[in-house]
């Protein structure tokens, strides 16, 4: 099996950041998040904003994917493939705002 050279991975990654932008910008909000947790995670005193993010955000990685595979297997252009992505921004945001939070719930434990 052969390493697939720097230039090769270079430009797949490019590619696959032209093509899927939504889907690693929610990749990356999810893991910041985690990040954030887990290194400063003693000091902050309500985890729920923080992991409904981090939820919406492991939500967002399918979704936009569907949505970009959708968009380009039916031949969208660009405004229409955006505005589908808008669509499921909108919808992540939905269901953050329908999320528990401390004052909304009786379980106050985080696992």
Not at 45 to 52: D, Q
Not at 66 to 89: E, I, P, Q, R, V
Not at 92 to 102: A, D, E, W
């Amino acid at each position: 099996m052969k390493i697939p050279s720097l230039a090769y991975l270079g430009q797949h990654a490019k590619e696959s950041l032209t093509r899927f932008p939504f889907v690693l910008i929610s990749s990356l909000i999810g893991v910041c998040i985690g990040i954030y947790l887990i290194e400063v995670g003693k000091g902050v005193v309500n985890f729920f904003p923080f992991l409904n993010i981090m939820l919406c955000a492991g939500l967002g990685i399918p979704l936009y994917f569907c949505a970009t595979t959708f968009a380009d297997n039916s031949g969208f252009g660009f405004k229409k493939k955006f505005g589908l992505n808008a669509l499921s921004t909108i919808i992540l945001v939905l269901i953050y705002f329908t999320l528990p939070n401390v004052d909304s719930t009786q379980n106050t434990s985080v696992p």
